[in-house]
């Protein structure tokens, strides 16, 4: 697919998490000239909209373009899917499908998204990527629809997301499937859209990769 916004996909991006081994919010870490979910919504701003930054309730977030929607998880601690859920809910009516990030994963890729949004077409609710021994379900397409799916699975407090892979048509795109994505930043063997951020160490080292200095580190 061509460069540009994806007519029908929208993008959630879940700013929520506790950020307990960073020893501060993911979202305000200085990454450049901006901080680290101005950056992830700037560049997923090039291939999706709209978007929407799920948040926890109360939490303060970084100034955001305008267009960005803000929506309120009310429920914490119930991990990644139950604000997946949120973030479908703001995009209903308004988007077919949603790429879903995490905060702290300052590669994320328009050059993955569109791979998997073409990979997933029609014949599949979600498209995710698998490296690594894992999967990666917060960086893969949703359809709107499966929020019914996921509803069901928050009912019974079956929280994982690969339960939900499960009970929907699911697409699994392997590693050596993923790196033929036209355009996608590799470092290396690594995937750069697939890392993501969880201490001061891996801050440090993904500003290293980016080119960017390292500001005063977290405390």
């Keep these: 697919m061509s460069g540009g916004v994806i007519a029908s996909l929208g993008a959630v991006v879940l700013a929520g998490g506790r950020s307990s081994r960073m020893g501060r919010p993911k ?12 950056r992830v919504v700037r560049r997923l701003a090039d291939v999706a909209a709209p978007l929407v930054v799920v948040c926890a309730p109360g939490q303060a977030l970084p100034p955001l373009p305008p267009d960005v929607a803000i929506a309120e998880d009310p429920v914490e601690g119930r991990g990644p899917l139950q604000g997946i859920a949120v973030g479908l809910a703001a995009l209903a009516g308004k988007a077919d499908a949603a790429f879903v990030s995490s905060t702290d994963a300052p590669f994320v890729d328009p050059a993955l998204v569109r791979f998997l949004w073409d990979l997933r077409g029609s014949a599949h609710d979600v498209a995710v ?16 629809s499966v929020k019914s799916e996921i509803d069901h699975l928050l009912a019974e407090d079956r929280l994982r997301p690969f339960f939900l892979f499960e009970r929907v048509r699911t697409l699994v795109v392997p590693e050596d499937r993923l790196r033929e994505a036209p355009g996608l930043s590799l470092s290396g063997d690594e995937i750069l859209a697939l890392r993501n ?23």
């Design 129 to 144: 990527p698998r490296a690594g021994g894992h999967y990666h379900p917060l960086a893969a397409v949703y359809g709107v």
């Design 197 to 219: 951020l969880n201490t001061p160490d891996d801050w440090r080292a993904a500003l290293d990769v980016a080119g960017l200095p390292r500001p005063s580190d977290p405390a």
């Design 27 to 38: 979202a305000w870490l200085p990454f450049g000239d901006e901080v680290l979910l101005q």
